[in-house]
């Protein structure tokens, strides 16, 4: 897991707030030069991507790529964009009446967006972790159960079993509900239900897994729980997440994407990102002179 030491939200349309301008002109202009948002073995690719509410735009022209096993961390003020960019990749903003996605965004080369993709299988292949735990209201095993279940992946019981199983020691929440798999899911602690929202997640074998500010509403402790397992599952699945702590993103991630006004500032190593940044922006942003 890479550590250093550092000085230092939702998908709606917010995207057009202003952060705070204290000692930088946040309106220094973006430089056409982000870093290395591209790799060579790109599992997510996300080509001159573009997204509107209405009238008002929201993703200004970004273009990145997430590699296989990596990690991948957003990070930026309140209301950059950087949510908004992340639910494009399952095609979650298809649920905003108002929101218009333009730019070529693909899986393993495959479109994500067209009239013949199935949104169903999609977000099967790229599950997604809310802010909020967000449990059914079932039992822990039905929680895990269900998409296998719905997905046609296992119908038999032995085979809904082992998939529960696998599921939640991968979440690393196993031994702490092995006894009482047919209590609520509600009934865990916040940090448990969000590993079990994780379990149900990766119940469905997913190829990538996105994280919306996964540990935003979760004590310390839960927190590193959460991040040691975002380091575990990298060996499976390409991961990326959006998150208001530059510590954790320092933690966990290998690449960090800054995000302002819309605007992919700088994508670059994530020790590079904080320790040298490229970007006057991203500079302003890390010391905390504004955001």
């Known amino acids: ?32 030069t982000v870093g290395h948002p591209l790799c060579d073995d790109a599992k997510l690719s996300m080509r001159n991507v573009n997204v509107f509410y209405g009238e008002t735009q929201a993703i200004h022209d970004v273009s990145l790529d997430i590699g296989r096993n990596e990690v991948v961390a957003m990070i930026g003020p ?12 399952n095609r979650m903003n298809d649920t ?6 333009e730019g070529d965004l693909t899986l393993d080369g495959e479109p994500i967006y067209g009239p013949k993709v199935d949104v169903v299988p ?10 909020k735990p967000n449990p059914f209201p ?6 895990v159960a269900y998409g296998p279940k719905i997905h046609g992946i296992a119908s038999r019981r032995a085979e809904l079993d082992e998939i529960v199983e696998n599921s939640l020691r991968r979440a690393g929440l196993w031994n702490e509900v092995k006894d009482r798999l047919d209590k609520p899911g509600t009934g865990l ?20 897994i996105l994280m919306d500010e996964p540990c935003s509403a979760l004590d310390p402790i839960a927190t590193a729980r959460i991040e040691e397992l975002i380091d575990e599952l990298r060996e499976n ?18 690449r960090t994407a800054y995000f302002h006004l819309g605007h992919l500032v700088e ?25």
């Open 78 to 89: 309140s209301g950059c964009g950087k949510s908004t960019f992340l639910r494009c990749i």
């Open 96 to 101: 905003i009446e108002s929101c218009r996605v």
């Open 1 to 32: 897991m890479t550590t250093m030491t550092l000085d230092a939200g939702t998908t709606a349309p917010a995207a057009t707030e202003q952060p705070e301008q204290d000692a930088v002109n946040t309106n220094t202009r973006v430089s056409e």
């Open 138 to 143: 079932k039992t822990i095993y039905e929680n």
């Open 237 to 254: 699945y390409t991961i990326a997440i959006v998150t208001h702590s530059m510590q954790q993103a320092a933690r966990v991630s290998q």
């Open 189 to 208: 602690s916040g940090g448990q239900q969000q590993r079990l929202c994780i379990a149900r997640a990766i119940a469905v074998s997913p190829e990538v």
């Open 122 to 131: 999609l977000r099967a292949r790229v599950g997604m972790v809310f802010q």
């Open 267 to 291: 994508v670059n190593d994530t020790e590079t990102v904080f320790t040298n940044p490229e970007h006057e922006l991203t500079e302003a942003y890390i010391t905390g002179r504004f955001g």
